[in-house]
Nanobody, 115 residues
């Protein structure tokens, strides 16, 4: 079915920056819209942003202007650059197809924003 592996999560202070990475099997990544999702404690998983094969990205309003998604179609990888992090960005971050996450979820990577 294919595999997704997220990495790069860490604990950072408010206002800090972090870059997350997603490595996907080609069967998942190739030609598809890919997205970053997150799930905060006690909340439903939400789509943070997505990127089409040619690189144009769209973002949820709460992260627009702070987060940037890029993808490398040759390496089947995707990154999430996060700037100006806020405590409410604390969550486990996942990658998957978008807007419908049809692949099996990876383990995610924890981002904690706290002073």
């Amino acid at each position: 079915q294919g595999r997704l592996v997220e990495s790069g999560g860490a604990s950072v202070q408010p206002g800090g920056s972090l870059t997350l990475s997603c490595a996907a099997d080609e069967s998942i990544f190739s030609g598809d819209i890919m997205g970053w999702y997150r799930q905060a404690p006690g909340k439903q998983r939400e789509l943070v942003g997505s990127v089409v094969a040619r690189g144009r990205a769209n973002y949820a309003g709460v992260v627009n202007g702070r987060f940037t998604i890029t993808r490398d179609n040759e390496r089947n990888t995707m990154t999430l650059q996060m700037n100006g992090l806020k405590p409410e960005d604390t969550a486990v971050y996942y990658c998957n197809r978008a807007p419908v996450p049809t692949a099996a979820w990876g383990q995610g990577t924890q981002v904690t924003v706290s002073s």
